[in-house]
């Protein structure tokens, strides 16, 4: 069964935005904290960001602070990433997942930024 189901990746350039979005299950969404992971050829899956299911706070690894901004909207079970002043290093596969055990990984959405 489908957990997520993501989107909203795409080719940009240095300096650039996306907005990537996620939908969950309702049974996983309400009960679990989310966090967006990225994965780049050759490397480890690693988060990102995160949100809890309660309170909605978050944190974000050192690379993305001040330029990533993770929310959710509870009614659509919809985790957003947004994503700013996007740099070369950025460029990955994102993927969301419950956090900090990830369930069923999903086909996740190609992001390239361009220099």
């Known amino acids: 069964q489908v957990q997520v189901v993501e989107s909203g990746g795409g080719l940009v350039q240095l300096g650039g935005s996306l907005r990537l979005s996620c939908v969950a299950l309702?049974?996983?969404?309400?009960?679990?904290?989310m966090g967006w992971y990225r994965q780049a050829p050759g490397n480890q899956r690693d988060l990102v960001a995160r949100?809890?299911?309660?309170?909605?706070?978050?944190n974000y690894a050192d690379s993305v602070k001040g330029r990533f901004n993770i929310s959710r909207d509870n009614a659509k079970n919809t985790v957003y990433l947004q994503m700013n002043s996007l740099k070369p290093e950025d460029t990955a596969v994102y993927y969301c997942?419950?956090?900090?055990?990830?369930?069923?990984w999903g086909q996740g959405t190609q992001v390239t930024v361009s220099s």
């Open positions: 949100i809890t299911a309660i309170g909605g706070s978050t």
């Open positions: 309702r049974t996983i969404f309400r009960i679990f904290a």
């Open positions: 997942n419950t956090h900090p055990v990830p369930g069923s």
